[in-house]
């Protein structure tokens, strides 16, 4: 689980550092540490710096947001390879089936008990009923967030990670076991970027998730700190 934060809430904010600047992601990294349980490191920081940039990033536990997405097999090498950089989270996509997230999970098994928590990525938040009817998928998100949900818990994720507007279905068909990661955060007044399914950050608090993930109405403001730090006080 995360390591413990200063404040009792701050230990439920993950911040997450979408750049491929590694100077900027440090300094971000300083400046809202105090203030978050984990630091957010996604594809674009990734692909830009690999492993490097990772250790780099040290002045909270990291959560490796990869959404790994191929062949059983695959996803196990992926998984292993990044298992020395000690995440504390780590994601794969639901939608890969239930061979792949047990495949993922038999390989963080090799880490021992230092593992990371196997998050499955539900439906991003950046997909409505309609973008989900484009690709075939029949019902809308809650329906899927559901099924893909039972799907990975069952396949041995630790937890799912998905819209705040499913944390109370989520809850009620799964139970207080799975942890639950909802990105998709904007503070009150905030836009919606290019997220369709958004709450406030106590909302989704409120709703029972277990951490919320917040980047650009952190990481674009004029003070990342005092940003982060006005999330964690909203929660209190």
Known sequence: MAAAAPDAHAGRLIVALDTTDLRRAEALAASVGPSCGLLKLGLEFFLAHGAAGVRAIRRRPVFLDL???????????????????????????????????????RAMETAGDGRPLLLAVTVLTSLDAASLHAVGVAGGPTQQVLRLGRLAIESGAD??????????????????????????????????????????????????????????????????????????????
């Open 67 to 105: 959404k790994l997405h191929d062949i059983p097999n695959t996803v196990a090498g992926a998984v292993r390879a990044v298992l020395p950089l000690a995440p504390r989270m780590l994601t794969v996509h639901a939608a890969g089936g239930g061979a792949m997230m047990e495949a993922a999970r």
């Open 159 to 236: 937890g799912l990670v998905c819209s705040p507007r499913e944390i109370a279905v989520l809850r009620a068909a799964l139970g207080s076991r799975p942890a639950l990661v909802a990105p998709g955060i904007r503070p009150q007044g905030a836009g919606p970027d290019d997220q369709a399914r958004t709450m406030t950050p106590a909302e989704a608090v409120a709703a029972g998730a277990d951490w919320i993930v917040v980047g650009r109405p952190i990481t674009a403001h004029a003070d990342p700190g005092g940003a982060a730090a006005s999330i964690v006080r909203s929660l209190a």
